[in-house]
């Protein structure tokens, strides 16, 4: 089993940076993929930005250039840094994590972009 516990949403004007990071603990030792997915209101679910354990990454044609994720594999912690956030960047975003195969989840942390 893992646990992920994210950290870092809130409120922030467009154009401005917010960073976030998801800790995975239990049997997170040899975590094949960690990530950020968001859901907006009324929308679907959708992957943000994922790293797997070597180091490759992945993100959503509407983040690239914007936003930069990283990983601790030492401390099981994925970060995401956020810059020149857009009101359509606003959602919750979750942490995610792919271990044994199966799909892991955290509880969300909110990112309103708003003036």
């Known amino acids: 089993q893992v646990q992920l516990v994210e950290s870092g949403g809130g409120l922030v004007q467009p154009g401005g940076s917010l960073g976030l990071s998801c800790v995975a603990s239990g049997s997170a030792a040899s975590i094949y993929a960690m990530g950020w997915y968001r859901q907006a209101p009324g929308k679907q679910r959708e992957l943000v930005a994922q790293i797997i354990r070597s180091g490759t990454t992945n993100y959503a044609d509407s983040v690239k250039g914007r936003f930069t994720i990283s990983r601790d594999n030492a401390k099981n912690t994925v970060y995401l840094q956020m810059n020149s956030l857009k009101p359509e960047d606003t959602a919750v975003y979750l942490c995610?994590?792919?271990?044994?195969?199966?799909?892991?989840w955290g509880q969300g942390t909110p990112v309103t972009v708003s003036s």
């Open positions: 995610h994590a792919i271990w044994r195969g199966t799909n892991y």
